[in-house]
């Protein structure tokens, strides 16, 4: 029907409100204005519900085109139900407004914030939006923008983003990313942790989608629009999340997140290309994901985090630990290499390397979390900074193989040069690359060798001209991003880009990160599987800076730790394990590295030098290398010409290419000598693969079946090739199986075969013989070995013999002997070896006359006494195998026989000896003469020309002879021979001579002299300090010094000087004889030059000597000069009384050395000093001295004064051994079997042997075993034992601990050592680690800082419970510790509190309590700030035990002293001492003291010790002289201690700005620190001897001079006063009860509680004073609960007494606050310091009489006050308890509640001990509390009815009815406790104890409350108001029926001390009255 005819709109119908639309639709269309009815959109609607859909769909079709907006509008003004077709509507109508709608903004406004729009439309609109963007796959960037801004318009970007599908919302969220919109990573990290995996897997779908390339396929198309390119912030950013999580997502997934992480630097780079020349065509753009995937495999931690450069090493986790979010902080400051490397033992551990910034925060948009995670990992856990895992998931171990982090690319290059960060122009990079195509030599380039191209490299580094440097950047750049391809170059190019890498960190041409990172990737490399293409890469690389590893020994550490190092060359392990300890290797062997690059390269270059090979390699043709090592076969390719061959063993390369490996053993020399003339039929592989396997796992149980295998396997011609794999490949690698071997034979009964394979044996060791010995050669001179044995197995013990014609032993040993040492290394253990299997054989065992002669010739030759040690030794094992004594073999003169010489058969290859001529090679065949083993036969015969040079001229001077002081000292020894022609004939020109000399002289004696004195001074001074280091005889040390510096500097300058000085003479002369003759003639030239030689020879020797001399006189005063400090220490520890030695070394040498060469503690073993006496007796140069001033020996005797009779340590070992053998008499027998009296044995035995060997080893194993044994035992099965097991050990470690043995120092470092290191098992043993820290034997700042380390910030959970236990033991339990206190555990503690409020929630059962325990002891006064003043104190405390003063530091200090004491006492001081001490300051400058901190806190200990010391003299002659008056004694001692303490008062006023009080309050603490330190170190040793008074006098005159009235001491008083209390809180009484007297006296000095509870405004001194005085209730308690009053503690309890009356009768507020606290110490059964205490009322409040009759006390004005209470009594409260215990006050569940409550407040069944009162007295304060909140709550105030039936009331009844008298008795005190001065408390406590009385059900509860009461009013006043209220209403009121019960009338004496009390209470009359009344009741 046509609108115009009707029109829905023309009627009266419900209209789409359309006012709000900007451009609303046409007016006069009807067709659209039929849409403006509700009510035909709804009809329509309902329609479409019923069936007709369709249709219906079709009909709006004509809205939707033409009218959407007002469609929209109506669609969402209806208000029936949603239908179908509604939602499908709205949704298509939404992209039209999505689009640009002239009405868009408002529809979209409207739809989504419309007022009564249900939440459902903005799904739909979210919908639509995804639907719009990703519709048809095509992902729009426009579209997408265009939803960004209209969800900005709508403010609803964040639903949006809340919203799905994922892959729209990750879209859009890097877009809002981009615009700074919101935080990419964190939103990320959010949804990860909300969706988990579907989420992660949406992401990498969205990276594969917007960045292909990222899995390793094409770049991104160079025509995708700018727009689609996801920019490279947004890819980095969401990479890092994801590999952040990648641990926690199954293993496919995880695979290609580490992909794209692995790709993400090609992306983000352009893809490199290799630098030219050496890829055979180049690198195709990378396009197989293989390319792109980085080559290193790693575990990212192992190989970074591991690496670690400096700093310390952190424990090698294998799981990585988060990246640090942020390590710029860490590496502020730049540092030279030489630092971040360490050879320096700690660098400053703040920036540990220099030069890394935060690599995390150079990559573009991340705030945290790494790309690199591998900077991120390495270098901070690598530096033993924390990390802190960042990530919520762990990250895995990331394993796959192929996928590297792309640790370091794209920016970090730039981080690593930031110079190389700009872009290099064209022409830098051809000219870098015309350089790389040289290296790798492709034409028409000229060759360079590595080497030029590092000297090159190396010039343009430091070169001055621009472009040379950046060629230098560029090269080092390409070669640094080109690491990730090296696996794909061909060998020869890796083998030369392997030495030029190790030659760049060589030559050190790069330093700081790069350096770091070039050896972490030799590191990657070397991980590498073994033979491995990246792993020769490593080695060949690590072979060109072996020299530098001595300076990076961490790195050797994680170079020693791989799997395969050893299989590394032997060189290289050498180096490698010296470098851990700093240092070359004593030899520097120099093994080659066979490589199959090197192998290539010398092919390359044997081929360019032989003639007749053609050069180009052909393609398709390749050699096999076989390199093998033990039993694996890497077959290495490389291009060079092949032969094929028909032998697997044979090699196609010269042999003069291959160098011999030093990879363990190595079968290189047999293979390349594998006759090529013999043709053996080699079976095919797959044979060859049977016959490796049968011998694989050939073993005793199946040798038949593998024999059987054999024989079918393998056909009869290829037998022989089995003979030779079995000796070549098997026998000789593998001596273990030999046997296994020689019985396979004996079964296979094929006599056929066993002759190959003898054959064989024979042939392998000929060539071995044969083969060139070169000394680095051991893999040769092992498989000898191994054949030998083998020859032996096969022949003598299956008794055949060894023919002469296949080997002549006797003959070998004899050639072997005349060829020298190399050629007998071989022979001797080969024989050794072939001969040892004569024991098993019937024939041929010793007495054998074979056999004994070959025995012969060897002990000829172990009489030889320049044989080598170890072929010495070779032969006496063999001796002993064969059960003979070497003494008894009766050695012959083979070896002199000259005879047997001429006729020997060589079966040694000659020695190739290259520079000598032939006729000297073997001297003795040719002459026939025969020299002595002595000298080596290579040497020459007698030289006869007169040649200087060829070796040194026979002396002609003694040292004495010439004189030094002036060159005149020459002119007597100048000699002129008087027969040269010259002369003859000009005699004039003899004067030219001494000049000549002396210039040439003067010419060469400095650089000389200071050159040799150089060299010899470093050599000589660390021998003699490592000789003499457990010497303490400083004078024997200097004499051996001067003697060994004496030769070393003469024979250094000697070979220095000789040379010059030979030229310069003759120099000197011919221009001398020119000038004198003028104008020579050619002959009198020929006489010149004659005369000038001969002169010069004749003189040089003169020269020399004074040149030496003059070098050796300077010499002697530098060194003393180097050792000063030596030979001060051991002075210093003379005078001390001590024996000096060095700790270190006394450890180094006890776990490095071996017995025969360990130093041994006292003097130098003759042996050694034998070797100085030969120094001074034989200088070089000189003749040699027969000083008969120094006798033989002279060095030996002893000084005259010794310091200790050297049997000291004897002595204390032999007590010990007694004390240990009498308990182990006096162990029952029954007990001898028991394990623990086992290990007294051979503890026992230990210290036997610790007694006789009295070296530093045997102690420290002694030491290590004693402390070892206590930590084993835990519990014995017998506790008597035990105690005794404890004892002993305790003794053996207290022995060594004498002073005169190994003393504290070092046996304690060493007891904590063992304590750090031993296993977790028995590390954990606190009963052990308390007794030894109870007896003194822990070095307490070390173990605090070891164990505060082992807690892992909380996470290792065995070590936090263990500090915990400890911490509670030492701390808390205050037991017999008494020298510990919180500075000794200092970082444990903190770690506790911080562990304890991270994981409040989860922390360790009972952690909180323990810190808040800990906390309440001693917060009161800490500040925690590490730095803050309490740190200071507590680091003066621990410093005051430090001993190791700089020497003369003790000297200077007590010159300072005494100096400042006189300028103290003198007239001219000024007032307080202010003149004087400002001249005393300038000579503390003058003196060095104000320096360092260091040198201050170590000047105040000596000055406190010193002040001490002077004290204790003082009071000793009192002793002695008792008529000394002991006023002028004290006045003696504070003469000097009042001086130090003004010093320390004006240091502490004048240090700093006079503004500055922070430093003054340091120094202060600091100080104060010191004197405690120095205490309780006095307390211990001196223990009943110690003296209170100097430390009384210290700390009040300090405390007198910082409280005077002045500005500047006012503005501190309160860090004043608080460093004060901390100060007497560790010296509480319980810490140090030596000083509780002079404690006490300090605590309650009037100034001190005035400025504390008066002065200090806001009462702050009040907790810490509060503090002080729980210290002494603590420390009275024990002895007060067991009335242990003996005199000593009767007076200091009196003191307590006063000191509480004191501060009742002027601070009584304060006893009022407190009382709670105090009350919880003091024991239950001190009544009347508690009611001292308890009677304190405000000073403001009037107390009303509590006799006054009819008392209203709930009428008194203050009656509804409720007191202050400052003490936290809930925190004593486990936080289950409390919550139960709320809960039932609540609501009265949980029902158990009550029935549990006894078990919760009982802690143990020992009588007196049963209840936990702190708890008893919490429960009761906090429900009181509550009770009465409850009561006020209602409106009404407590009284007798209103306390009664509530859950408070029942917890009372339930506690007075269900406890045991004891607990009841605890209980009822803690009300009492509350009955003090008028206020809320006491008045609700006071009803509460009455209706208790009232309501009991027993008589027992009456009584008891009676007696609780009672015993508190019948001592001496005061007496609390409130109890007295209590008990007189209790006796007064008849509703009580008080006087009825039985126990008022029990015994007369009862019955009269209740009258007496009713009597006080009430007066006599109304007493009487009460109690007739009752009883006429």
């Not at 007990?1231 to 610790?1250: D, Y």
């Amino acid at each position: 029907m046509s609108p115009e005819v009707f029109c829905f709109a023309d009627y009266p119908c419900h209209t789409v409100a359309i006012d709000i639309l900007k451009a609303p639709p046409e007016d006069d269309n009807k067709e659209i204005a039929t849409w403006k009815s509700l009510d035909l959109v709804e009809s329509l609607l309902r329609l479409s519900e019923v069936g007709q859909y369709e249709p219906v769909k079709q009909l709006f079709s004509f809205p939707i085109k033409h009218c959407p907006d007002m469609l929209v509008l109506a669609l969402l003004q209806i208000s029936t139900s949603w239908h179908t077709l509604r939602h499908e509507l709205i949704s298509t109508l939404m992209p039209i407004f999505l689009g640009n709608h002239p009405n868009s903004a408002i529809i979209l406004h409207y739809a989504w914030h419309g007022q009564g729009q249900s939440p459902s439309i903005r799904q739909l609109i979210m919908h639509s939006m995804a639907e719009w963007y990703m519709r048809g796959e095509h992902y729009d960037q426009a579209k997408l923008s265009r939803i960004l801004d209209v969800a900005q318009d709508l403010k609803s970007l964040s639903m949006l983003l809340n919203a799905t599908p994922f892959a729209f919302v990750i879209d859009l969220a890097a877009l809002a990313s981009r615009r700074e919109y919101l935080k990419l990573d964190k939103w990320l990290t959010d949804k990860i942790r909300e969706h988990g995996e579907p989420f992660i897997l949406a992401c990498v779908t969205f990276l594969k989608r917007r960045c292909p390339s990222i899995m390793g396929g094409l770049a991104p198309d160079k025509d995708q629009p700018k727009s689609a390119q996801l920019p490279p912030e947004t890819l980095a950013t969401m990479l890092a999340c994801l590999q952040s999580c990648a641990g926690s997502v199954s293993q496919e997934l995880s695979e290609t997140i580490l992909t794209m992480v692995a790709n993400c630097s090609n992306v983000m780079n352009k893809a490199r290309q290799p630098p030219p020349g050496v890829m055979p065509k180049g690198r195709a753009p990378s396009t197989s994901s293989l390319d792109a995937i980085s080559p290193v495999q790693i575990d990212p931690l192992s190989a970074m985090g591991s690496l670690n450069l400096g700093g310390s090493t952190t424990s090698h986790t294998q799981n990585m630990q988060g990246f640090p979010s942020s390590l710029s902080s860490a590496f502020s400051n730049p540092q030279s290499p030489a630092k971040a490397f360490p050879p320096l033992t700690n660098p400053n551990p703040s920036t540990p390397f220099g030069g890394i910034g935060s690599l995390s925060s150079q990559l573009p948009g991340m705030d945290s979390g790494p790309l690199g995670s591998g900077i991120g990992s390495s270098i901070g856990s690598g530096l033993g900074m924390p990390a802190v895992t960042s990530d919520p998931f762990g990250t895995r171990k990331m394993s796959t193989p192929g996928l590297n982090p792309p640790t370091f690319q794209q920016t970090d290059l730039s981080q690593v040069w930031p110079e190389a960060n700009q872009h290099f122009s064209k022409e830098i990079d051809d000219e870098a690359n015309s350089y790389f195509q040289r290296i790798y030599n492709h034409p028409p380039h000229p060759t360079m060798s590595v080497d030029e191209v590092l000297e090159m490299l190396q010039r343009f580094k430091d070169s001055t001209i621009k472009r040379e440097r950046e060629v230098f950047n560029c090269m080092l750049r390409n070669l640094f991003e080109e690491y990730r391809f090296f696996p794909q170059y061909p060998d020869k190019e890796l083998h030369i880009t392997a030495c030029l890498f190790g030659g760049i960190i060589e030559k050190g041409l790069v330093t700081y990160m790069a350096l770091g990172l070039a050896l972490r990737y030799v590191l990657e490399a070397l991980r590498k599987p073994f033979g491995s293409k990246m792993y020769y890469f490593g080695i060949a690389a690590l072979d060109r800076f072996k020299n530098r590893l001595k300076d990076y020994p961490q790195y050797c550490q994680h170079l020693a730790s791989i799997g395969h190092f050893l299989q590394f060359p032997h060189h290289l392990q050498e180096y490698i394990e010296y470098g851990q300890q700093s240092r070359d290797p004593p030899v520097k062997l120099q093994g080659s590295i066979t490589t199959p690059g090197s192998l290539a390269l010398a092919q390359v270059q044997a081929q360019s030098q032989q003639p007749g090979v053609p050069k180009a390699p052909q393609p398709g043709q390749a050699s096999t290398l076989v390199t093998t090592t033990t039993a694996t076969t890497t077959v290495a390719k490389t291009t060079t010409i092949a032969r094929p061959t028909p032998s697997g063993f044979k090699k196609d390369v010269p042999v003069s290419t291959i160098m011999p490996s030093i990879n363990t053993t190595n079968i290189d020399t047999l293979l390349v000598a594998t006759d090529q003339t013999e043709r053996i039929v080699e079976p095919p592989e797959n044979v060859q693969e049977k016959i490796a396997f049968i011998f694989n796992n050939l073993s005793q149980s199946n040798m038949t079946q593998k024999v059987e295998e054999l024989k079918e396997t393998v056909k009869e011609e290829f037998m022989p090739w089995v003979s030779q794999y079995l000796v070549m490949k098997r026998v000789s690698i593998e001596p273990n199986f030999h046997s296994l071997y020689s019985n396979f034979l004996d079964t296979l009964k094929n006599p056929d075969f066993g002759k190959m394979v003898l054959s064989e044996t024979y042939r392998n060791i000929r060539v071995l013989l044969t083969s060139d010995k070169a000394a680095a050669n051991f893999s040769d001179r092992s498989l000898l070995k191994n054949l030998g044995h083998w020859l032996g197995m096969i022949t003598l013990a299956k008794n055949k013999p060894i023919l002469y014609t296949d080997l002549e032993v006797k003959s070998l040993l004899l050639e072997a002997y005349v060829k020298g040492q190399q050629e007998l290394l071989y022979v001797v253990p080969f024989v050794a070896k072939v001969l040892e299997s004569s024991l098993r054989s019937v024939v041929f065992r010793p007495q054998n006359p074979w056999t004994m002669a070959i025995m012969n010739v060897l002990a000829e030759l172990h009489q030889e006494h320049d044989l080598k040690l170890n072929l010495k030794f070779e032969i006496e094992v063999l001796c002993k195998n064969l059960s003979l004594d070497i003494n008894d073999l009766k050695p012959g003169t083979l070896l002199k026989d000259k005879e047997k010489l001429k006729s020997l058969e060589e079966q040694l290859s000659a020695p190739k000896k290259e520079a000598k001529p032939p006729e000297e090679m073997l001297p003795i065949v040719t002459t026939g003469d025969f020299l002595p083993f002595a000298v080596a036969p290579s040497t020459p015969a007698a030289t006869t020309t007169a040649c200087t040079t060829t070796g040194p001229p026979t002396p002609q001077f003694s040292y004495h002879d010439i004189n030094v002081y002036a060159l005149a000292g020459l002119a007597p020894h100048i000699n002129i021979n008087i027969n040269i022609p010259l002369l003859q004939a000009h005699p004039q020109l003899k004067q030219c001579v001494r000049q000549s000399v002396e210039r040439a002289v003067q010419e060469l004696v400095h650089p000389v002299v200071d050159r040799s004195i150089k060299i010899a001074m470093t050599t000589c001074e660390q021998i003699v300090r490592k000789d003499f280091a457990l010497d303490s005889e400083e004078s024997r040390m200097r004499v051996a010094a001067h003697h060994m510096m004496r030769n070393l500097t003469a024979g250094m300058a000697m070979i220095t000087c000789r040379e010059p000085l030979l030229m310069s003479i003759a120099t000197n002369l011919k221009n001398s004889f020119a000038a004198a003759l003028r104008a020579p003639t050619p002959q009198q030239r020929e006489m010149m030059e004659e005369a000038a030689a001969r002169i010069a020879q004749d003189n040089c020797e003169l020269a020399c000597c004074f040149i030496q001399k003059t070098a050796v006189e300077k010499a002697g005063p530098e060194m003393d000069k180097r050792l000063a400090t030596e030979f001060e220490l051991r002075k210093h520890a003379r005078q001390e009384g001590r024996r000096y030695c060095d700790p270190v070394v006394l450890t180094y040498q006890a776990e490095r050395m071996p017995e025969q060469i360990r130093l041994k503690v006292g003097g130098v073993d003759p042996k050694q000093l034998a070797v100085y006496e030969e120094f001074a007796r034989n200088v070089p140069g000189f003749l040699p001295s027969n000083d008969l001033s120094q006798p033989t020996g002279f060095l030996a005797q002893p000084m005259k004064q010794q310091a200790w009779a050297t049997d000291d340590v004897a002595q204390i070992y032999d007590k010990c051994m007694a004390d240990l053998e009498q308990h182990l008499h006096a162990i029952p027998p029954a007990l001898a079997l028991n394990p623990q009296t086992q290990a007294l044995r051979s503890l026992l035995e230990a210290v036997a042997l610790a007694r006789n060997s009295r070296d530093g080893i045997a102690a420290l194993g002694l030491l290590q075993k004693a402390v070892e044994g206590l930590l084993d035992a835990t519990s014995g099965a017998d506790a008597d034992l035990l105690l005794r097991y404890r004892e002993c050990h305790l003794l053996v470690l207290k022995a060594l601990q004498d002073g005169r043995a190994y003393g504290p120092q070092w046996c304690n470092k060493q007891i904590t050592r063992c304590l750090i290191e031993c296993r977790d098992e028995y590390k954990y043993n606190v009963e052990a680690v308390e007794l030894l820290i109870r007896n003194h034997l822990v070095n307490m700042q070390q173990y605090d800082l070891h164990l505060a380390q082992s807690m892992e910030n909380g996470l290792h959970y065995m070590a936090v419970a263990f500090a915990m236990q400890l911490v509670k033991l030492l701390l808390v339990d205050e037991r017999s510790v008494g020298h510990i206190t919180e500075a000794d555990l200092f970082h444990t503690i903190e770690t506790l509190m911080r562990t304890s409020a991270h994981s409040r929630a989860n922390a360790p059962e009972g952690l909180p309590q323990l810190m808040d325990v800990v906390r309440s002891n001693y917060e009161a006064m800490i500040d925690r700030a590490h730095g803050g003043p309490n740190f200071m104190m507590h680091s003066g405390i621990s410093q005051a035990s430090e001993y190791d003063d700089p020497p003369g530091l003790r000297e200077k200090a007590e010159y300072l002293l005494r100096e400042w004491v006189n300028l103290y006492h003198s007239a001219a001081a000024g007032r307080d001492s202010t003149k004087a001490f400002s001249a005393f300051v300038g000579q503390m400058h003058q003196q060095g003291i104000l320096k360092t901190d260091d040198l201050i806190t170590r000047f105040f200990r000596l000055c406190t010790e010193m002040c001490v010391e002077i004290s204790y003299r003082a009071q000793a002659e009192q002793q002695h002289n008792p008529a000394a008056s002991a006023a002028i004694i004290r006045a003696k001692c504070y003469h000097n201690l009042d001086a130090f303490v003004r010093l320390i008062a004006l240091l502490v006023k004048h240090s700093g700005e006079a503004t500055n009080t922070v430093t003054k309050i340091n120094l202060l603490n600091k100080v104060l620190g010191i004197v405690v330190g120095v205490l309780i170190q006095d307390h211990d040793v001196r223990q009943t001897e110690f003296q209170q008074l100097p430390y009384h006098r210290i700390f009040i005159m300090l405390l007198l001079e910082l409280n005077a009235p002045e500005h500047v001491l006012e503005t501190i008083n309160f860090q004043t006063l608080t460093a004060f209390c901390n100060t007497f809180h560790i010296l509480r009484p319980t810490k140090a009860p030596g000083f509780v007297y002079a404690w006490l006296e300090l605590i309650s000095h009037r100034i001190f509680i005035a400025r504390m509870l008066a002065h200090t405004p806001q009462q702050k001194g009040w907790p810490m004073y509060a503090q002080l005085l729980i210290d002494l209730f603590k420390y009275l308690a024990p002895f007060l609960r067991n009335v242990e009053l003996n005199k000593p503690m009767q007076i200091l309890y009196k003191g307590t007494l006063r000191v509480l009356l004191v501060l009742l009768h002027d601070f009584p507020e304060f006893l009022c606050d407190y009382h709670y606290g105090f009350c919880d110490v003091i024991p239950p059964n001190c009544i009347q310091l508690r009611n001292l205490i308890l009677s304190a009322f405000p000073r403001n409040m009037r107390l009303p009489d509590p006799f006054t009759p009819n008392l209203k006390v709930d009428m008194l004005s203050e009656i509804n006050i409720a007191p202050r209470i400052l003490t936290n009594f809930t925190g004593v409260m486990p936080s289950q308890f409390k919550k139960d215990l709320d809960s039932y006050l609540k609501t009265r569940s949980p029902v158990t509640f009550l029935s549990e409550l006894r078990s919760n407040l009982q802690v143990s069944n020992e009588p007196g001990n049963r209840y936990n009162i702190q708890l008893i007295n919490a429960l009761v304060l906090y429900v009181g509390t509550q009770a009465i909140a409850h009561i006020h709550n209602k409106g009404s105030t407590p009284s007798m009815s209103t306390i009664t039936h509530s859950a408070h009331m029942d917890i009372f009844q339930n506690l007075a009815v269900d406890l045991d008298t004891e607990g009841r008795y605890l209980f009822l005190n803690a009300i009492a406790n509350q009955l003090r001065y008028p206020n809320s408390h006491t008045h609700y406590f006071s009803c509460t104890m009455l209706y208790l009385f009232a309501e009991a059900n027993t008589e027992a509860i009456q009584e008891q409350i009676t007696r609780v009461l009672l015993e508190r009013l019948i001592v001496n006043r005061p007496h609390p108001w409130g109890l007295l209220i209590t008990f007189i209403e209790l006796i007064k009121n008849p509703a009580f029926k008080f006087w009825s019960h039985d126990f008022v009338h029990c015994a007369p004496e009862i019955e009269k001390l209740f009258q007496s009390v009713a009597q006080c209470c009430m007066g006599q009359k109304q007493a009487q009255q009460v109690m007739e009344g009752t009883g006429a009741s």
